[in-house]
């Protein structure tokens, strides 16, 4: 029975969150799209393979895939918030690839491949319409750090074939990098809101990374 009254109280406490809560915490999933080449330097041949040295460049295209995030924000005022997250973006596929070999440029196929981007920024959210409104527009930037790591397989070069299967290309690299973007609020309730997040980020990675992240969002206000 306690614990009944203590789960009742806890989720009163929710609900009925005071009109002027500051806080909020963000729970996010969605895709992720590539929107430039990944450059890939630290090459690995097996014995055997003819052609190439180890450390030769490759360049992928990686393809869809998935994103996740976790936020946090505190309102500063009616329109401006200041907001942090963690964000994860993922794909495990390849459209196109190729090494480079000098002048010479060689199209190959992969069927394992990688790429993560784990990032931690931190920046302002503006909404466009004050608090108490059943939908609220707003515009984000963050600026922060991100980790990359990609890698594909060579399992067939394109184009004649030219015995480099097996090969495997990866890189992993540090740096700045920044977000920009929009989104909505629908509440649901005064501590329950849902709405989109759509954002461009450019990370000083892996040769200076593109992707979009379009992610639905549960947001608690408390």
């Excluded at 929710?14 to 999933?29: C, E, K, T, Y």
């Excluded at 790591?149 to 740096?175: K, M, P």
Aim: proline share 3%; with cysteine.
């Amino acid at each position: 029975m306690r614990t009944h009254h203590l789960l009742a109280g806890l989720l009163s406490l929710l609900v009925a969150r005071s009109a002027d809560a500051q806080w909020r915490l963000d729970v996010s999933g969605g895709a992720f799209l590539a929107a430039s080449t990944v450059t890939l330097t630290d090459r690995k041949l097996p014995p055997g393979v003819c052609c190439g040295v180890a450390g030769d460049q490759a360049e992928a295209d990686f393809g869809a895939g998935g994103a996740y995030a976790l936020g946090v924000g505190w309102a500063m005022s009616d329109h401006v918030e200041a907001v942090g997250h963690f964000q994860h973006a993922l794909s495990r596929t390849v459209d196109h690839a190729k090494l480079e070999l000098g002048d010479f440029d060689f199209p190959f196929e992969s069927t394992d491949s990688e790429l993560d981007v784990f990032s931690v920024t931190a920046g302002g959210r503006f909404h466009l319409l004050p608090p108490g409104q059943v939908y609220r527009p707003w515009l984000v930037t963050e600026v922060g750090w991100y980790h990359a790591n990609g890698g594909v397989e060579e399992t067939s070069c394109g184009r004649g074939g030219c015995g480099f299967t097996g090969a495997h290309d990866d890189r992993t690299g540090d740096g700045f990098g920044f977000n920009a973007g929009g989104g909505f609020d629908v509440g649901l309730s005064d501590a329950i809101s849902v709405g989109m997040d759509v954002r461009y980020h450019r990370a000083f990675v892996l040769g200076d990374f593109g992707f979009i992240t379009a992610m639905a969002t549960l947001g608690v206000h408390f």
